[in-house]
């Protein structure tokens, strides 16, 4: 099983800029991908950015050119590096994990992190 730890979540000003870690531990090697979810009060939650064992990233639409995702694979960290931040950024953000086992998937999730964008 993996075990994820986030870090990096806080208050910030619009314009601003945060950058998200996620530690994982446990069955690091069978990671296939991972990414960053969030979830604002009365929301569904939501993709913001992801990234394969390959290096392949993809993106919300919402914050396409701000945030930037990357690993460093030493670490068994994935980071969510967020800037020009907006009030409607402002949620829960949530770390996710995909192990595969050979034909076998399974879904880890960390605690979540808030980050709060206002003026």
């Known amino acids: 099983q993996v075990q994820l730890v986030e870090s990096g979540g806080g208050l910030v000003q619009p314009g601003g800029s945060l950058r998200l870690s996620c530690a994982a531990s446990g069955s690091i090697f069978s990671i296939a991908a991972m990414g960053w979810y969030r979830q604002a009060p009365g929301k569904q939650r939501e993709l913001v950015a992801s990234?394969?064992?390959?290096?392949?990233?993809n993106y919300a639409d919402s914050v396409k050119g701000r945030f930037t995702i990357s690993r460093d694979n030493a670490k068994n960290t994935v980071y969510l590096q967020m800037n020009s931040l907006k009030p409607e950024d402002t949620a829960v953000y949530f770390c996710?994990?995909?192990?595969?086992?050979?034909?076998?998937?399974?879904?880890?999730w960390g605690q979540g992190t808030q980050v709060t964008v206002s003026s």
């Open positions: 990234i394969t064992s390959g290096g392949s990233t």
């Open positions: 996710n994990a995909n192990r595969v086992v050979g034909i076998a998937q399974y879904g880890y």
